[in-house]
């Protein structure tokens, strides 16, 4: 395993490789390379054990043997030719950024003949949140692109698949083409789809009637715009290095579209539906990291200080071991629904029960004569 990691990059996604790092290679010393005022943030949550700032980079960088750029896709372009002049010959870089293409070719000129440019890409949700927010348990049971360069070695490949590893990814290897073609489908179309949708609603009302279906959008409407919240300099690098392959990418969707528009009101857009469930019955559910599918309950409780905790105190002393816990929703000063998962349906089964007998109301998603009353 390696001993020494330096972070380009102390963000979001910075601090969460740093915490992880600390967490699962403690033997390992982690270099943050940010701003001083960044760096001290960085120190103070715990994830890096010293750091260096820019202008210190060939200091920060020298004997390292494993490099992280978590900046965004044009810096970490511009900072590459540095990178690669300052590390040693046996260290292995590596990236995370949501393009490959012109980073990889920027990689092939500049690492030749020494240390090893490895393309990386973790498939984690996005927050646009600072480094007080990182979490070590970010990479926990997700995928991680790792995209190899053409004069890259079999054993800096191996040695970063170990670091994923570590960490809780699981690796999929590919090459830039493959990446950038699938992700600006699966990712970075969207981004345009949601904002031709809002455009398709909103922009031909009234004002008056804009306020009106305003107040009409409801949670499913919400959750697919929720990313037009995140800066656009976040997507500007995105768009700007796979242009090609969303294009190709919205050409398809409008294709599609089209043909589904056109079976409108007729049993043949039954087929295409039932297609499309086939399709999305192989996407993985989130699971925040764990290794299997919980069972879950929906608990009503009061809206009063100790509600909560007298309920998680009530299950766990009787052996329920709740696997998660969420507010689902609340009536402020009246009452609130409360999803508690379990790790089997039998305990959520008993769970339900058991809350029953003891004055709760509480529905599940299974059939209430599955509870032993």
Request: with cysteine.
């Amino acid at each position: 395993m390696v001993k020494s990691i330096a972070i380009i990059g102390m963000g979001y996604i910075g601090g969460s490789l740093g915490l992880a790092f600390k967490k699962n290679i403690p033997e390992a010393l982690v270099t943050g390379i940010d701003k001083g005022s960044i760096l001290i943030r960085a120190k103070n949550v715990g994830a890096i054990d010293n750091g260096c700032i820019y202008t210190e980079l060939n200091t920060g960088l020298k004997d390292v043997d494993l490099v992280f750029l978590t900046t965004p896709i044009y810096t970490t372009k511009e900072i590459l030719p540095k990178v690669s002049e300052y590390v040693s010959k046996k260290a292995v870089v590596t990236d995370t950024a949501f393009t490959k293409r012109e980073i990889m070719k920027s990689a092939e000129e500049h690492f030749t003949g020494g240390a090893t440019f490895i393309g990386g890409h973790p498939i984690i949700k996005y927050e646009q949140w600072e480094i007080e927010q990182a979490d070590p348990y970010l990479f926990s049971n997700t995928s991680y692109i790792l995209v190899p360069s053409s004069q890259g070695s079999i054993e800096a490949l191996e040695i970063l698949k170990e670091v994923v590893h570590a960490i809780g990814a699981r690796e999929i290897i590919m090459g830039p083409e493959e990446h950038d073609s699938l992700y600006g489908g699966l990712n970075h179309m969207l981004q345009l789809i949601a904002m031709a949708h809002v455009n398709s609603v909103f922009s031909h009302l009234e004002d008056k009637k804009r306020d009106m279906a305003a107040s009409l959008a409801g949670e499913r409407f919400k959750r697919f715009i929720e990313e037009l919240s995140t800066p656009y300099y976040i997507w500007e690098d995105i768009f700007n290095s796979n242009y090609d392959f969303i294009a190709k990418s919205v050409d398809r969707f409008i294709d599609e579209l089209k043909n589904i528009t056109g079976k409108l009101g007729s049993e043949a857009l039954i087929d295409e539906y039932q297609g499309v469930q086939k399709y999305i019955s192989d996407i993985p559910e989130p699971t925040k990291g764990f290794n299997r599918e919980l069972f879950h309950l929906y608990v009503t409780i009061e809206d009063r200080p100790g509600a909560i905790s007298q309920l998680t105190a009530l299950l766990s002393s009787n052996g329920f071991d709740i696997r998660d816990i969420e507010l689902v929703k609340i009536k402020e000063g009246d009452a609130a629904t409360m999803r508690i998962s379990f790790s089997t349906q039998n305990i959520a089964s008993k769970a339900g029960s058991f809350l029953v007998k003891s004055g709760y109301s509480c529905r599940t998603q299974y059939e209430y004569e599955e509870f032993n009353f």
